[in-house]
């Protein structure tokens, strides 16, 4: 389990390419990621680009490297557009529902910390929140106004000409991103941004602050520059967001930290303020682009409503590369949520002939069972790292699993090939040649970065129950035990209208389901 057995190899978005992660400070890795802007709750495709962000996160725990990952919150900042018209998000919402901005912030970054822990999204180091940075964003701008910006009646804008390579990240700028810059009159070139907003003369905004520029609030691409900055120095080592950054916001941040760093072209990815970019491709919808205003708001409360379990989400997200655009529809989470039920009953079989071999003939594997689920919980708690979990469990005189375990590292260390790491999982399970302990193991380590607690969950959780159901468990259950009763004295009548009970409660009785699941809630 060396680095050079596999090294990490991660796409960089700036050149294109397939690099390997050789970190700025050795043995660390700094992971800087885009966060969400609280004037609303997240959809499920916003989570997507955390569950990516956790996924590297734990990649490069996994490869032994200590990592400080920094997530922002934005507060203030963000128009309704990426570039630079429109109003401030949380200015509109907090209008919208006559609440004050700071009550609408604390309100849904609650909601969105709540998705985190559901989608078991390991915690940052640090969440920055761009409010508490103003005094620093200030300071920045102020570095960089007299050789990169210039004012204007509305703002302190970035004059782009002034940093070499702007717009690399992007490569062609579309035309609905050119469509989408504001044409502030006085501009000196289309992709200027501003830095600095000015409070419109006779206006007065719930956030705003003085500066040199007068009274108003910060940009939203100074926001990450400045948090990025000071809490892991430039230049760190991975900077993530979605796709949708490498068009403007990305870009935008490159060319403030290229002037901040007094640093040139990009030629040198390291100029840019982080040595890679890292994107995640949208979870989309079948009609397009997943939206919060149209159609159904796809809230991940909303799936775990209608009964799905929320690491059902986070299966399907790992079951698509994070390169790759994904299509979200209640089938595909449904497939994923039986991907994950098939695993945990490989889990509760091997646990059970675990046990079963202790009773019989005394083994001594139960112990060691009992021992690695515990430094599984203490790993997970943060309480054991994830390096010393891999060298007490993952170093192995068995070559069947050693060669498993090295297939995975190569997996996760080819860009996070999730997909492959997963097919892994099934075989190792449907591997007979692999006894019942060595197996829990594979799913230990490999839930390391998978995440997606396979040791913690039980059949009960991964039942589909949706918020509506009024019957209670306890109730089926009894049903269910009368009808087996029934079934036994060949009384079919009495079975079937069980049965039909239970189904006018919403309560689907799976006899043949290969799965055992017994019954599920429907809507
Ligand atoms: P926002 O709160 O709009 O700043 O978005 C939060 C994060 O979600 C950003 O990294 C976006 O790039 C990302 N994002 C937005 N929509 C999607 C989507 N449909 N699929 C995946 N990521 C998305
Ligand atoms: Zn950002």
Redesign the pocket.
């Known amino acids: 389990m060396t680095d050079a057995a596999a090294p990490l190899m991660l796409f960089n978005s700036l050149t294109r390419q397939l690099e390997p992660f050789n970190p700025v400070h050795a043995g660390e890795a700094r992971v800087y990621t885009?966060?969400?802007?609280v004037y609303n709750y997240?959809?499920i495709?916003?989570m997507?680009?955390y569950v990516f962000a956790d996924v590297l996160g734990r990649t490069l725990s996994f490869k032994g490297y200590r990592l400080t990952h920094v997530i922002n919150i934005?507060d203030v900042g963000?128009l309704t557009d990426d570039a630079d018209s429109g109003e401030d998000k949380m200015e509109k919402m907090a209008a919208e529902k006559a609440q004050s901005i700071w009550d609408i912030a604390e309100h849904y970054k609650q909601a969105y910390w709540a998705d985190v822990k559901a989608l078991n999204i390991r915690e940052p180091a640090h969440w920055t929140i761009a409010t508490d940075y103003v005094p620093q964003m200030i300071e920045f701008a102020k570095g960089i106004a007299e050789k990169h910006c210039y004012e204007l009646e509305s703002g302190l804008y970035f004059d782009v000409s002034t940093v070499a390579d702007y717009g690399r990240l992007a490569r062609a700028q579309t035309e609905e991103g050119q469509s989408r810059i504001d044409p502030v009159p006085g501009k000196r070139n289309q992709m200027d941004f501003a830095i600095w907003r000015k409070t419109p003369p006779g206006e007065k905004r719930q956030m705003e602050w003085d500066s040199p520029w007068g009274r108003g609030a910060p940009g939203w691409h100074l926001e990450c520059s400045v948090m990025s900055g000071e809490v892991l120095g430039f230049p760190f080592d991975i900077h993530t967001?979605?796709?949708?950054?490498r068009e403007i916001h990305h870009p935008c941040e490159i060319a403030q930290n290229q002037a901040h760093c007094c640093t040139n072209g990009l030629d040198d990815a390291a100029n840019s303020g982080a040595k890679l970019w890292m994107h995640?491709?949208?979870?989309?919808e079948r009609s397009g682009?997943?939206s919060k205003s149209s159609g159904e708001f796809l809230r991940l409360q909303l799936l775990i409503d209608k009964g799905y379990h929320s690491l059902a989400y986070r299966m399907m997200c790992l079951q698509a590369h994070y390169r790759s655009e994904l299509e979200f529809s209640w089938e595909g989470l449904g497939a994923a949520l039986t991907r994950l039920k098939r695993i945990l009953l490989g889990v509760i079989r091997a646990d059970n002939l675990v046990r079963q071999a202790e009773v019989e003939h005394g083994s001594t594997e139960y112990q060691s069972l009992r021992e690695i689920k515990r430094d599984y919980v203490a790993c997970r708690d943060r309480k054991m790292t994830v390096p010393s979990f891999r060298e007490k469990w993952g170093s192995t005189s068995d070559d069947l699993l050693a060669t498993y375990l090295r297939d995975f590292e190569e997996a996760i260390t080819s860009d996070l090939s999730m997909p492959e790491a997963l097919a892994l999982i099934d075989e190792v399970f449907g591997d007979k040649k692999v006894g019942p302990l060595n197996r829990l193991r594979f799913a230990a380590i490999s839930d390391l970065v998978f995440g997606l607690d396979i040791l913690g969950l039980n059949r009960a959780d991964l039942r589909i129950r949706p918020k509506s159901a009024t019957i209670t468990e306890a109730e089926i259950e009894e049903a269910l035990a009368r009808r087996k009763e029934a079934r036994a004295a060949k009384d079919f009548a009495t079975s079937d209208a069980i049965r039909d009970e239970l189904a006018a409660q919403g309560v689907e009785v799976m006899d043949g389901d290969p799965l055992g699941w017994e019954w599920k809630l429907g809507d």
């Open positions: 885009c966060g969400p802007t997240p959809h495709g916003n997507r680009a934005t963000h967001g979605g796709i949708d950054h995640n491709n949208f979870l989309v682009k997943m």
